[in-house]
């Protein structure tokens, strides 16, 4: 068999060009086995109701949150954000790889406060911007500046203060509700865990979860409680998360090609512990329904 003779509709450029030019791992054979694979994907873990069905999101995107909801949402979402270091940090520990691991830190260093800048740009570094509605989502921290504005737990912190929290009850653990606690756990154990196949599972499940278009709906909905209320609340946080999703959306599946191409893939258990990830995923949200529901009475204030 040869890469002309079958039909290789729904593979990325990049791959179809190695089958064609027969780089070492990709096969013509291969290459279906990965189509067949794409599809069970598809039908086995991206229908996910926390992609396909996010009500409390569809909810928060209206704008008709009371101040308690909203306090609420800030408060889990810190929470996460500052877990998620942990799962990040995990993550670049057990790495197989230098670029794994290097790629990893990319996104831990970011997190924290240095800017992307991409090769040559030397002029964004040293402007320093960081403002997140203008921040670089492109390119490497290599070279880029650090600052403490530009850690991303600051820009939801910037909200926070707005809405009137203090420090102590933002990003701690204590903060968080069993839901929210259960999704943070869960990212250590899958997104952060030593097995590299169930890490890589979660991850490519985080990135579709992520890709999906929740920033979008939050985006929506804090621009209409700002205007329904008055209100001027730096949502550059949300923005810039939406801006990074768009242009990562595009690599998801050259990034599970690339796996695919050159490692054997236990395809039932990277489905299955995608799907655990999504699972938790979900618990994040459906405990922010549940908080929602219970504030739906509080008067502002
Ligand atoms: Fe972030």
Partial sequence: ???????????????????????????????????????????????????????????????????????????????????????????????????????????LANELGVT?????????????????????????VQGGL?????????????????IGLEFPQVGHRRNGTPATLRFADELLRLYGGENYEISQAASFAVENWAAAGFWKQLIEGFRRYNEKRGTRLPIGFFVWHDRLEAQHARHTQEELEEYYFQTPLAEDAFIRYGNEMLDAVAAFWDGLEEQRLALADVRSG
């Fill in 1 to 107: 068999m040869n890469a002309e003779e079958v039909d290789l509709a729904g593979l990325s450029p990049t791959a179809l060009r190695a089958v064609r030019s027969r780089s070492p791992g990709y096969t013509p054979e291969r290459a279906q086995a990965f189509l067949r694979f794409k599809s069970r994907i598809e039908s086995e873990l991206l229908n996910h109701r926390v992609i396909t069905a996010n009500g409390y999101t569809a909810w928060f995107s209206r704008g008709g949150q009371n101040e308690a909801q909203l306090r609420a949402f800030v408060v889990q979402f810190s929470v996460f954000s500052n877990q998620f270091l942990i799962a990040q940090l995990n993550k670049v520990i057990n790495a197989d790889t230098l670029d794994g691991m290097r790629a990893s830190k990319e996104i």
């Fill in 146 to 162: 650090f600052h403490f504005e530009a850690g991303h737990f600051e820009w939801l912190w910037g909200i926070a203060q707005r």
């Fill in 116 to 140: 992307f800048s991409k090769t040559g740009d030397a002029g964004t570094a040293r402007t320093g911007r960081y403002d997140p509605e203008h921040a670089g989502t492109e390119g490497s």
